[in-house]
């Protein structure tokens, strides 16, 4: 579904990715993680081409994103992406957060929207706050619109950056128990989360990542019990602290 | 002149009419012309190709290193040389109040723009909007939220400034106040009453736009 | 279009020496406007941040009378009507043996009216600066106009340069406005050309350039005169970082 291959990244002088490459299939879900800095973020909004790359290619669903031939905001229509800091437009309520882009690019009629709105609403649990603006919703339920927004354009795959981590800690299980629900129904995720309780959980795949490369990428429980390098084993001893 | 005669004015109510509407008039045509090349000036100004951006930032920086006035007998005289007819002074006002104000608002929409959190334009595009899309939808309307009591506070001093539309003759509220203090001889009673409407009037939109600011930048 | 061009006008007679007059004009109107506007506006700031409930209302209601009266009819109000509402003696003075009577009294409306705008943005300053370094004047002892002009004052000041002098290029264009009392300044004086010659592009681009090098020129003493504020004291540097 995903293959990223032999990706280099510079933000002038400094190099933020070398010689990435990974490839993600269809239902899997890939848990990225790192110290801060390492690049992960940077990665997967490569890969809907919100930052740019100078080397190497990323494919999305057959269609390579640096190519003159390839719409962008179609490939980004069909990948969903959930922020840190949720994104949701303050001045609009959940509803038309969640309608403004089914309508404006896949062109679909506002009643349509709407009721495919308060479906996902409801999915994520926020049934009631449909009319709601974000400054009157907390951080968790934000989130959750947030993902109900990314959802209502049907992706392909769905990218989150570091979705928990602007979170009370009160907030951060109602946000992955969403996200859980969405793993096992089968849809492709890329995460980027410092949450291991999560990638134990659902994760297929943990990508870890150290100075913009690619330093392990391996099955879930083989990380967990047996990492390879010395950078992931001091990184998992800091985080994981049960 | 040793007594003072108020009777003037409720005498030349209707005309003071005529002027304060024209005046009114011209300040509308003059914000929503301003306004709309202040946007395409301020998008121009943001964007990423060079040429465009420096080609809108002279064009900001020359209104606004002349004065009005100036910019007035510009248009006044340029107009009707570049349309090869006479166009009257309503019409050269208008313009050159529009490219005027244009330069002026379009550093508010660019702050505006600029204060709206860079998370917003890649949240909208990565829902596949298009660049477009995402500013008019996403960006502009958060701006123009926040750039609400600038673009207020500007509009009261384009009321203002109306009234350099003297210089051209153009019978605005001034003007036609003008004419009547010169033609009765009353200046004292007639300048009065025109510094206390303008006065009223601005003070009147202050004090709204104190009490709407919260309403609007929520 | 049709048009004759001439620009070698703008170097005859009597048309060059016209140019030469308004720009002394201009000069010495804006600066003398300045000199008497940057005390007085600096006044009517403290009052209006000062402890004094009877200067605070003095000072707001100076700014507000002065900024919500367009300059044109300022001008009037001082040129016909302000030697009408006087002692008749000094009225007569005014009107018959004072010298230069228009550009006096646009001198003197000029200055009022920046006063006000000029208070608005050392007001500005005032407050960024805070009530910290205030408390802790006075509680050193000083006494409040101590307080102003050995703390906040130096401090405002070094905060609002920027805007300052953006005021002080303001004054110059808001000079052009003394032409409606028969000031012969830049503007004035390119409009004269302009109806003697027919010839307004020349005319109308020699006042532009001229306004736009006095830009120039103040922007560049600006920033001459910010480098040795934060060189003398080291306040500029550190008040700035803010």
Same mark, same amino acid.
């Given at each position: 579904?995903? &293959?990223?291959?032999?990706?280099?990244?510079?933000?002038?002088?400094?190099?933020?990715?070398?010689?990435?490459?990974?490839?993600?299939?269809?239902?899997?879900?890939?848990?990225?993680?790192?110290?801060?800095?390492?690049?992960?973020?940077?990665?997967?909004?490569?890969?809907?081409?919100?930052?740019?790359?100078?080397?190497?290619?990323?494919?999305?669903?057959?269609?390579?994103?640096?190519?003159?031939?390839?719409?962008?905001?179609?490939?980004?229509?069909?990948?969903?992406?959930?922020?840190?800091?949720?994104?949701?437009?303050?001045?609009?309520?959940?509803?038309?957060?969640?309608?403004?882009?089914?309508?404006?690019?896949?062109?679909?009629?506002?009643?349509?929207?709407?009721?495919?709105?308060?479906?996902?609403?409801?999915?994520?649990?926020?049934?009631?706050?449909?009319?709601?603006?974000?400054?009157?919703?907390?951080?968790?339920?934000?989130?959750?619109?947030?993902?109900?927004?990314?959802?209502?354009?049907?992706?392909?795959? &769905?990218?989150?950056?570091?979705?928990?981590?602007?979170?009370?800690?009160?907030?951060?299980?109602?946000?992955?128990?969403?996200?859980?629900?969405?793993?096992?129904?089968?849809?492709?995720?890329?995460?980027?989360?410092?949450?291991?309780?999560?990638?134990?959980?659902?994760?297929?795949?943990?990508?870890?990542?150290?100075?913009?490369?690619?330093?392990?990428?391996?099955?879930?429980?083989?990380?967990?019990?047996?990492?390879?390098?010395?950078?992931?084993?001091?990184?998992?001893?800091?985080?994981?602290?049960? | 002149?040793?007594?003072?005669?108020?009777?003037?004015?409720?005498?030349?109510?209707?005309w003071l009419?005529?002027g304060?509407?024209?005046?009114?008039?011209?300040?509308?045509?003059?914000?929503?012309?301003?306004?709309?090349?202040?946007?395409?000036?301020?998008?121009?100004?943001?964007?990423?190709?060079?040429?465009?951006?420096?080609?809108?930032?002279?064009?900001?920086?020359?209104?606004?290193?002349?004065?009005?006035?100036?910019?007035?007998?510009?248009?006044?005289?340029?107009?009707?040389?570049?349309?090869?007819?006479?166009?009257?002074?309503?019409?050269?006002?208008?313009?050159?109040?529009?490219?005027?104000?244009?330069?002026?608002?379009?550093?508010?929409?660019?702050?505006?723009?600029?204060?709206?959190?860079?998370?917003?334009?890649?949240?909208?595009?990565?829902?596949?909007?298009?660049?477009?899309?995402?500013?008019?939808?996403?960006?502009?309307?958060?701006?123009?939220?926040?750039?609400?009591?600038?673009?207020?506070?500007?509009?009261?001093?384009?009321?203002?400034?109306?009234s350099?539309a003297f210089v051209?003759g153009l019978t605005d509220f001034l003007t036609s106040a003008n004419i009547i203090a010169n033609r009765e001889?009353?200046p004292?009673?007639i300048y009065?009453?025109v510094?206390?409407?303008?006065?009223?009037?601005?003070?009147?939109?202050?004090?709204?736009?104190?009490?709407?600011?919260?309403?609007?930048?929520? | 279009?049709?048009?004759?061009?001439?620009?070698?006008?703008?170097?005859?007679?009597?048309?060059?020496?016209?140019?030469?007059?308004?720009?002394?004009?201009?000069?010495?109107?804006?600066?003398?406007?300045?000199?008497?506007?940057?005390?007085?506006?600096?006044?009517?700031?403290?009052?209006?941040?000062?402890?004094?409930?009877?200067?605070?209302?003095?000072?707001?209601?100076?700014?507000?009378?002065?900024?919500?009266?367009?300059?044109i009819v300022?001008?009037f109000?001082?040129?016909f009507?302000?030697?009408?509402?006087?002692?008749?003696?000094?009225?007569?003075?005014?009107?018959?043996?004072?010298?230069?009577?228009?550009?006096?009294?646009?001198?003197?409306?000029?200055?009022?009216?920046?006063?006000?705008?000029?208070?608005?943005?050392?007001?500005?300053?005032?407050?960024?600066?805070?009530?910290?370094?205030?408390?802790?004047?006075?509680?050193?002892?000083?006494?409040?106009?101590?307080?102003?002009?050995?703390?906040?004052?130096?401090?405002?000041?070094?905060?609002?340069?920027?805007?300052?002098?953006?005021?002080?290029?303001?004054?110059?264009?808001?000079?052009?406005?003394?032409?409606a009392?028969?000031?012969?300044?830049?503007?004035?004086?390119?409009?004269?050309?302009?109806?003697?010659?027919?010839?307004?592009?020349?005319?109308?681009?020699?006042?532009?350039?001229?306004?736009?090098?006095?830009?120039?020129?103040?922007?560049?003493?600006?920033?001459?005169?910010?480098?040795?504020?934060?060189?003398?004291?080291?306040?500029?540097?550190?008040?700035?970082?803010?």
């Open positions: 579904m995903i &293959m990223i291959e032999a990706v280099d990244k510079w933000y002038g002088q400094l190099q933020v990715l070398s010689e990435c490459s990974a490839s993600i299939d269809q239902g899997e879900v890939v848990v990225v993680c790192g110290p801060s800095g390492s690049g992960k973020s940077t990665l997967i909004k490569c890969i809907n081409g919100l930052e740019e790359f100078q080397k190497g290619q990323i494919t999305v669903d057959r269609e390579p994103i640096k190519s003159a031939s390839t719409n962008i905001y179609k490939l980004r229509s069909k990948v969903g992406m959930v922020f840190q800091n949720f994104e949701l437009y303050p001045h609009l309520t959940s509803i038309e957060n969640i309608t403004l882009a089914p309508m404006k690019v896949l062109k679909r009629s506002r009643e349509e929207c709407v009721q495919r709105a308060r479906k996902l609403l409801q999915q994520v649990g926020l049934s009631a706050h449909g009319e709601k603006y974000p400054s009157q919703l907390s951080g968790g339920q934000q989130q959750r619109v947030a993902i109900a927004r990314s959802l209502a354009m049907d992706p392909i795959v &769905m990218l989150f950056d570091e979705p928990t981590s602007a979170l009370d800690p009160e907030m951060i299980n109602e946000v992955l128990d969403v996200m859980v629900d969405l793993a096992k129904s089968g849809m492709t995720m890329v995460v980027v989360t410092h949450e291991m309780g999560f990638a134990q959980r659902v994760g297929s795949r943990v990508i870890f990542m150290d100075a913009g490369k690619i330093v392990e990428d391996r099955k879930c429980p083989d990380f967990f019990s047996n990492p390879n390098s010395d950078r992931a084993k001091a990184f998992l001893s800091k985080i994981v602290k049960h | 002149m040793s007594s003072f005669d108020w009777t003037v004015i409720t005498r030349n109510v209707p009419w005529a304060m509407q024209l005046t009114l008039l011209l300040t509308a045509l003059a914000v929503v012309g301003g306004i709309t090349v202040g946007v395409l000036v301020a998008i121009c100004r943001l964007s990423s190709w060079k040429p465009l951006s420096l080609l809108a930032k002279i064009y900001v920086d020359l209104f606004r290193s002349i004065p009005l006035v100036l910019a007035v007998f510009w248009f006044y005289f340029m107009v009707p040389i570049i349309t090869g007819q006479p166009v009257g002074p309503f019409y050269s006002i208008v313009i050159a109040f529009t490219f005027f104000e244009g330069a002026y608002f379009s550093e508010i929409v660019r702050a505006g723009i600029q204060g709206v959190r860079r998370g917003q334009l890649s949240a909208a595009l990565a829902t596949g909007l298009t660049h477009f899309q995402a500013i008019l939808h996403v960006v502009l309307p958060q701006a123009v939220r926040s750039m609400y009591p600038l673009l207020v506070t500007r509009s009261i001093i384009i009321f203002q400034d109306t350099l051209v001889g009353r004292i009673e009065c009453f510094a206390l409407v303008y006065f009223v009037v601005c003070y009147a939109a202050e004090l709204g736009l104190d009490r709407t600011t919260k309403r609007v930048t929520r | 279009m049709n048009y004759h061009w001439h620009w070698s006008i703008l170097v005859e007679q009597p048309y060059l020496s016209w140019l030469a007059h308004g720009l002394a004009v201009t000069l010495t109107l804006s600066g003398l406007a300045w000199l008497i506007a940057l005390p007085l506006g600096t006044l009517i700031a403290v009052l209006r941040t000062g402890p004094w409930k009877i200067g605070r209302v003095i000072g707001a209601c100076y700014v507000r009378v002065f900024r919500n009266v367009p300059l300022q001008m109000l001082w040129f009507v302000f030697p009408e509402v006087v002692p008749k003696t000094f009225g007569f003075f005014l009107k018959r043996q004072l010298p230069f009577p228009e550009f006096t009294m646009g001198l003197l409306c000029l200055s009022f009216y920046s006063a006000s705008r000029l208070a608005e943005t050392i007001r500005s300053g005032l407050e960024t600066a805070g009530s910290g370094p205030k408390n802790a004047a006075l509680a050193s002892g000083l006494s409040y106009v101590k307080t102003y002009r050995f703390v906040l004052l130096p401090m405002a000041f070094r905060l609002v340069i920027p805007p300052l002098t953006s005021e002080f290029l303001a004054i110059f264009k808001n000079s052009s406005v003394a032409l009392i028969g000031v012969l300044e830049i503007t004035a004086e390119s409009h004269q050309i302009e109806s003697f010659t027919f010839q307004g592009f020349e005319a109308f681009t020699a006042a532009t350039v001229l306004y736009a090098l006095i830009s120039l020129m103040c922007l560049i003493l600006a920033g001459l005169f910010k480098r040795y504020l934060s060189n003398a004291g080291g306040l500029g540097a550190e008040v700035a970082i803010k």
